[in-house]
């Protein structure tokens, strides 16, 4: 069904008639860019929330119309808009695009956003139709990873999405975002936008205010969000206290080896309740669908002994970390490593697998797997000075090298860069703000 009014409700967000605030350009646009002109499928952007999906999305269509398509071959349509709630049916995804089609693009081809498409039913099902009508169209979809990524989305469009996971900023967008272009920093620059990279963390908003007391109060609003609406009321929860409980003693394990058995006797201890293995095991997959927890499994070709060794857990901001934990001096070292965690997943994406690895007497923090084999190893030492704790990580990293047959292995400091031979093998040595610029 036409109907008139609804154009007038999504105009304002559209490039038809004005120039639209797509934000600060991200390093990941040009690969959606790449991942958009596949045929046959639809475009998904998931992600935490406040990521920046959005702004991502409408720079892809203000891409699209710098490579030569007009402005009326774009379509971007907010399900969050409260206007458009009046008209939240079963039918309202017929009546957008059939008003679009009339008013604004009659037959040529379209790129059409559905931003936050999960508050509509069906959308799934509408989506998998226009694919199969061949329309002339290359649909895109953004929403925040538990509400979209879900099993009856599997189900429907299996073989007709292609998903793009978008994390906060890169260290490189991180100082694009701060206007700072250069290549080269004093110590006590380095020093300092490290810090404030950890200390606040990355997603845009916390970047671009200037004052800290607004970075706090967001990224506490970010992080009770994403347990409130990502997880609670999404799987329509009843214990409260208890999932935020849980949620705290996950947090508290950042850059450390958690198990259900771990936080059950920590949950005990703390609230003097009980909670059934089977249903913590589930919460811990909604903070993993929520995108608020990264888990990396033991590297293990033995099934068994994977499912036994605890995963080590990483939260998708270190803003986050803080915000709830307090403690950023105590914490310097975990951090350091939760920080290289995110930007190994984002690097890594479907490609490669990450894993941590261990033996008795020490401990590997990542493990790159592409294919079938390990690829790479990365160690991360905040404090390289103490002899007794270098020696400890260089032993650990070659008796994983000699395991794995590698010739090389990484260690990421907080300022010492060298590289070494022992034993054959060839040990680098890299602060973490030149690592995280490569």
Known sequence: MIIKELLDII???NFWYRDQDIGIEREELNEVNKLVNMKNVALIISGVRRAGKTCLAKQLLKKKIEEGIKKEQ????????????????????????????YYINKRDFAYIVLDEVQNVDGWEKWTRMM????????????????????????SILTGRKITYELFPLSFKDFLKFKKINKGYFTKKEQEALIREYIEFGSFPLTVLTDEIEQKKYFLQEVYDDIVTKDIMFR???????????????TMSNFSSHVSIRKIRNSLKNIMKSSISPSTLSYYLEYFERSSLFLFFPILSYKIKEQMQYPKKVYCIDTGLINSVIP????????????????????????EKEIYYWKDSKGEVDFVIKTGLKPS??????YNID????????????LRAMQEFKLKEGLVITENYEAEEKIKGKKIKFMPLWKWLLK
Request: some cysteine.
């Open 11 to 13: 105009a304002e967000l």
């Open 74 to 101: 774009t379509l971007y349509i907010n399900f969050e808009d409260k206007k458009l709630e009046p008209y939240l049916n079963k039918d309202i995804l017929d009546n957008l695009y059939e008003t679009y089609r």
């Open 131 to 154: 694919l199969e009508k061949k329309e002339n169209i290359k649909i895109i979809i953004t929403g925040s990873g538990s509400k979209l990524i879900t099993p009856k989305l599997a």
């Open 235 to 249: 799987y329509k929860l009843r214990e409260e206290a208890i999932l935020r409980k849980v949620a705290y003693l």
């Open 327 to 350: 403690k950023f001096s105590e914490n310097i070292g975990r951090l350091f490593e939760n920080i290289v965690a995110i930007e190994l997943r984002r690097r890594a994406k479907k």
């Open 376 to 381: 790479a190893l990365i160690q991360v030492c």
């Open 386 to 397: 103490d002899k007794k704790t270098k020696e400890h990580e260089i032993q650990a990293l």
